[in-house]
Every structure is written in structure tokens, then in C-alpha cells.
């Protein structure tokens, strides 16, 4: 049994499984320019990560004005709508992320 080989793949296992307590969020917030709410939505995102994320934390903004295909590619229909793309499962979260516990449980950080 090769040692190394089999870490490796323990590790991508844990990326992609969330299993591991140093695995990566990939978080993306659609907005539609630099509104209030988005402001806002933005805000909120940075406050919940710091506290339960920190450090272990990626936040991509997509302003959906200036990249409006994104919007059809990714099916995005409300806004502003925040994606958790890793770990998996994919989910999403609309609104300006206010509801701090509904979005700790959206985001599969608390039980429903």
C-alpha cells in the first residue's frame, strides 16, 4: 500500500465530503450593483464567516449588472442570492442574509 497516495486521496475526500475542520468555503454573493442591500447581504456574509468561519473562507462577489449572463448561466432569480459551491452540497441562500440562524442552517453550519 502506497502511504502517500492513500493520504492524498483521504484529503481530497475530506475537501469534497466535508469532513475535515480545514476545509475550504467557496461562497459566492450575486448582487445587482452596489446597492443597499447588497451592502447589506455583504455585511451580514463577512460578520457569520468571521465568527464561524474564520479563516477557512473564500467570498466571491458577482455584481449581476455587469456580468448579466452569469445570471442565466447559473440560474440565479432573486437577488441578492448567496451559493455555497464547496463544500458540497451546492446551496443557496436569497435575501440580504439578515436571518443570521436561517442562514447559519442554509448554509449547513446548525440543524434546521
Known amino acids: 500500500m502506497n502511504i502517500k497516495n492513500e493520504k492524498s486521496k483521504a484529503a481530497l475526500r475530506n475537501k469534497y465530503q466535508g469532513n475535515s475542520q480545514s476545509e475550504r468555503w467557496d ?12 451592502e447589506t447581504a455583504f455585511s451580514n456574509l463577512k460578520l457569520i464567516c468571521e465568527e464561524k468561519l474564520k479563516g477557512k473562507y473564500h467570498i466571491k462577489v458577482i455584481d449581476l ?3 448579466p449572463q452569469i445570471a442565466r ?8 442570492t448567496l451559493v455555497r459551491k464547496l463544500p458540497l452540497p451546492v446551496r443557496n441562500i436569497i435575501g440580504d442574509l439578515s436571518n443570521t440562524e436561517g442562514v447559519l442552517a442554509g448554509l449547513g453550519l446548525i440543524a434546521h
Open 27 to 38: 461562497l459566492r454573493l450575486y448582487v445587482a450593483g452596489e446597492s443597499p442591500k447588497a
Open 65 to 67: 449588472l455587469k456580468y
Open 73 to 80: 448561466d447559473e440560474q440565479i432569480l432573486a437577488i441578492p
